[in-house]
């Protein structure tokens, strides 16, 4: 049986498409060096749309509009600009209510961008620009390790790694952030409370890893300004022990936390990518596998929901589970020791 694979990986090579929102350049070049910072496209966003009625303002009918329309698609208007005038002696007009692009007319309406603003792409991460995106944005390869998680806020930045943890089980609060950390990626245990979060947005950080959140903090945690990453689930649990003694061993390192959010069709996931020197490129890892005795797999649901564990045997046939359910099974041993039967389903190969 196939099996979906979570990257905990201390060295593997790394390749990230990373592109624009909306059609703008490319500024970066094939086989380039590029550090996390360095800006490889940019695009001009109009943030808001106008709708004219032309033909209702000068009430004249959709045909007679168009025919009085003084600009075209593409045009940029200044504010006030006229757009179409009227007949008669006291002829009525319609004007451009703000600076804007002209994007559509026709039918007696204008359609107008308005609020534009300019959008750098950054690479994220230090790597090298393997294939241009043309108009979109460029793919960047880079070697070190990787950790995914299960949940991002939707943000990217990068710092140095400081880890306030001295266990898998430890929690996060408010009264452990202090100005020396200003601009750095937090490892943290669970966070329970909205204060931890808001106490590293005044500093501020550039990112946070954590365990577990509640979900009454996932609201909260979306607003926030600097990623988060949540390695394991909701509600309190510990830190994974794969993922724990990778990022604590990797303390004082520049990380990129790239919280994106999780999504099962394109295979994207949050994670924190720790750039390392290498003499030469390690193998790519594989997204998919097949579920074999020995292998070290995850749980993704309780009662051992992130637990890590080997895989004793693949159970033959159908089991019938606690809850009365008959799935394809296997025998696990955690790391506790304790053997636990759980679905495939609920399985993931770590790796």
């Avoid at 990986?9 to 500024?27: F, H, N």
């Avoid at 550039?206 to 996932?218: K, N």
Wanted: glycine share 10%.
């Amino acid at each position: 049986m196939q099996a979906p694979v979570h990257h905990i990986l201390a060295l593997t090579t790394i390749v990230r498409e990373r592109v624009l929102p909306v059609a703008g350049t490319v500024t970066a070049r094939l086989n380039q060096k590029v550090s996390s910072g360095d800006v490889i496209a940019e695009a001009n966003w109009a943030r808001e749309h106008i709708l004219l009625d032309v033909a209702r303002a000068l009430r004249v009918s959709p045909n007679a509009a168009d025919r009085l329309l003084k600009c075209k698609v593409g045009d940029t208007l200044a504010a006030s600009a006229e757009i179409a005038v009227g007949k008669g002696l006291f002829p009525r007009s319609v004007r451009a209510p703000r600076e804007g692009k002209v994007v559509a007319a026709g039918g007696g309406q204008v359609l107008m961008e308005v609020g534009e603003t300019r959008l750098e792409l950054r690479a994220g991460i230090p790597g090298t620009i393997i294939q241009i995106i043309p108009g979109r944005g460029a793919v960047i390869q880079t070697a070190g390790a990787l950790i995914q998680g299960v949940w991002g806020n939707g943000r990217i930045d990068t710092g140095l790694l400081v880890s306030l943890v001295e266990k898998p089980d430890a929690v996060l609060t408010a009264s452990r952030l202090d100005v020396s950390l200003r601009g750095s990626i937090i490892l943290g245990g669970s966070v329970k409370d909205a204060e931890t979060l808001q106490a590293a947005a005044e500093l501020p950080i550039r990112g946070l890893i954590v365990s577990s959140l509640p979900p009454s903090l996932l609201h909260l945690a979306r607003e926030m300004r600097y990623p988060i990453v949540v390695t394991d689930g909701f509600g309190t649990m510990n830190m994974n022990s794969a993922a724990y003694k990778l990022l604590s061993t990797n303390a004082k390192r520049e990380v990129t936390v790239n919280a994106e959010t999780f999504d099962r069709y394109t295979g994207t996931r949050p994670e924190v990518i720790i750039p390392l020197p290498i003499s030469q490129d390690p193998t790519v890892p594989r997204d998919v596998d097949t579920f074999a005795p020995g292998q070290q797999v995850r749980l993704r649901r309780p009662p051992s929901a992130g637990a890590i564990g080997t895989l004793v045997s693949i159970k033959p046939g159908l089991t019938i589970l606690p809850s009365g359910l008959r799935a394809h099974a296997a025998e696990v041993k955690l790391e506790s020791g304790e053997l636990v039967i759980a679905p495939l389903v609920n399985l993931e190969v770590v790796g």
